[in-house]
Nanobody
Framework: QVQLVESGGGLAQPGGSLRLSCAAS????????MSWARQAPGKGLEWVSG????????YYADSVKGRFTISRDNAKNTLYLQMNSLKPEDTALYSC?????????????????????WGQGMQVTVSS
């Protein structure tokens, strides 16, 4: 069965960095675009970043552009999110998600309904 397991979250100071990982199993990871999304306390789910199946193209929400970097290692079936220059407003539960459709031309999108499997989430807290 499909499994997505995040790791690497925790507490960071404003201006600090964290790196999230998402270990995927149960499907052919290299055939699917992937994304990260987050949910802050009391708020809805927000798409953060996405990457194509081969890792060649990346996409970001305006709120994280220039600070976060998404990447993937298809040999290791792992998705990453490098978060730099963290702000208190980045505090949220971060989850990785698998695109519903496969293929090299299927791009990551910001539409939550375009994803069919989600990880359990990893808490990121930015506070001094």
């Amino acid at each position: 069965q499909v499994q997505l397991v995040e790791s690497g979250g925790g507490l960071a100071q404003p201006g600090g960095s964290l790196r999230l990982s998402c270990a995927a199993s149960g499907f052919t990871f290299s055939e699917y675009a992937m994304s990260w999304a987050r949910q802050a306390p009391g708020k809805g789910l927000e798409w953060v970043s996405g990457v194509t199946s081969d890792g060649s193209d990346t996409y970001y929400a305006d709120s994280v552009k220039g600070r976060f970097t998404i990447s993937r290692d298809n040999a290791k079936n792992t998705l990453y999110l490098q978060m730099n220059s963290l702000k208190p407003e980045d505090t949220a539960l971060y989850s990785c998600a698998k695109r519903r459709r496969s293929g090299p031309r299927v791009l990551p999108t910001s539409r939550i309904d375009d994803y069919d499997y989600w990880g359990q989430g990893m808490q990121v807290t930015v506070s001094s």
